[in-house]
């Protein structure tokens, strides 16, 4: 079974910006050395659309805020 992981680089930040998005699947990759964006392109746009809602709704967890 996948253990997607996903980096986000922030812009000016000064690490290396030649990959924005970076996406690892740990079961496989503990060491994140196996960059799958390319090869997973529909799993890793499922994921960054439930980032941003998680964003936009400020919070994980169904319930009150």
């Known amino acids: 079974m996948p ?8 812009p ?7 990959q924005p998005v970076q996406f690892y ?9 196996k960059y799958l964006a390319a090869a997973h392109l529909k799993k890793l746009a ?8 998680l964003i936009i709704q400020r919070r994980s967890t169904p319930g009150a805020r």
């Open 46 to 53: 499922e994921m960054l659309a439930l980032l941003e809602k």
């Open 12 to 18: 000016g930040a000064g690490d290396d910006q030649s």
């Open 3 to 10: 253990l997607w992981v996903i980096r986000l680089r922030i």
């Open 25 to 33: 699947d740990l079961a496989i990759d503990f060491g994140e050395t």
